[in-house]
């Protein structure tokens, strides 16, 4: 995005009234596929654009890392939900949802291999020349890793980026998920990836269950993961961070915390 759009919170119909209240903020990231095919975006979302709050619609089921090519229809609906809410960008995620007939209904985690990179970016050029505006790209938290990974998580992301020219979505929630259950260092992937390529970054909250942590956006964020934004900030600090919250949506007093530890972590303004 261009320009520092600072702390902003993912629109849900749930929390609507909630995110109308804030009076310092200056973007929100809608799922796409919940806009509508066709007439008007949801009140709620025009008023907000009314106000000149950026609205950016997030995809989730593209599968743009799928071994076939991007479904017109499903690349065709994101183009759509840019124009009807005059986003700055869209984005999506480095995974699959789908195998030919076979939809996954969740974001499945691609092998680290040269031949992944290439069907990413065959989908992504695709979908690419279909948008109005540039898409960021999201890796995602997965609880496993391929046996036949040949590159790093650094070296995969980044090859993706370079051969699309697209922008990196960094969710730093996951960054921490990943690297807890990989027993790595987060802050090292930092170090390897190009984020000065990051349009905005994703915060959300997790849970461990059984020794795993998983990426839930129904819990708090942990303390660790807002270190992560300073970890982060102070090597770039993005234009713009998102609170994820997909679920058990707190009271607003909570919400509020959340995104006034966001912004302090980040050194961006309150918005509350």
């Known amino acids: ?77 994101l183009a759509h939900a840019a124009a009807l809410v005059d986003a700055p960008l869209v984005s999506e995620h480095i995974a699959f949802v789908r195998a030919g007939d076979v939809e996954a209904g ?38 496993f890793d391929w046996p036949d990974d040949e590159l790093t998580e650094a070296q995969f992301i980044t090859e993706i980026l370079d051969q699309t020219g697209a922008l990196l979505l960094l969710d730093i929630a996951n960054v921490y998920a990943n ?45 660790e993961v807002l270190d992560l934004i300073g970890e982060l900030c102070a090597r770039h600090r993005p234009p713009a961070l998102l609170l994820e919250r997909d679920g058990n949506y707190p009271a607003g007093d909570v919400l509020r915390a959340e995104l006034d530890a966001v912004a302090t972590a980040s050194g961006y303004p309150t918005v509350t």
Request: aromatic share 4%.
């Open 1 to 77: 995005m261009t320009g520092a759009y600072g702390v902003g919170i993912g629109w849900r119909p749930e929390i609507s009234g909630f995110v109308a209240g804030l009076p310092g903020l200056r973007f929100v990231e809608v799922v796409a596929e919940s806009l509508p095919h066709s007439g008007p975006a949801p009140a709620a979302l025009a008023d907000l654009r009314a106000r000149d709050v950026a609205v950016v619609p997030h995809g989730v089921r593209l599968s743009l890392g799928g071994a076939e090519p991007v479904d017109p229809a499903r690349v065709a609906h």
């Open 106 to 143: 969740h974001l499945l985690p691609l092998p680290r291999s040269r031949e992944a990179v290439a069907a990413v970016v065959g989908n992504v050029r695709r979908t690419q020349a279909e948008l109005p505006v540039p898409i960021a790209l999201e890796p995602i938290a997965a609880i």
């Open 179 to 223: 690297a807890r259950n990989r027993d790595t260092d987060p802050v090292d992937l930092l170090d390897r990836l190009p984020l000065d390529r990051v349009a905005y970054v994703h915060v959300a909250g997790g849970a461990d269950h059984g020794g795993v942590y998983h990426d839930t956006h129904t819990d708090p964020i942990p303390a």
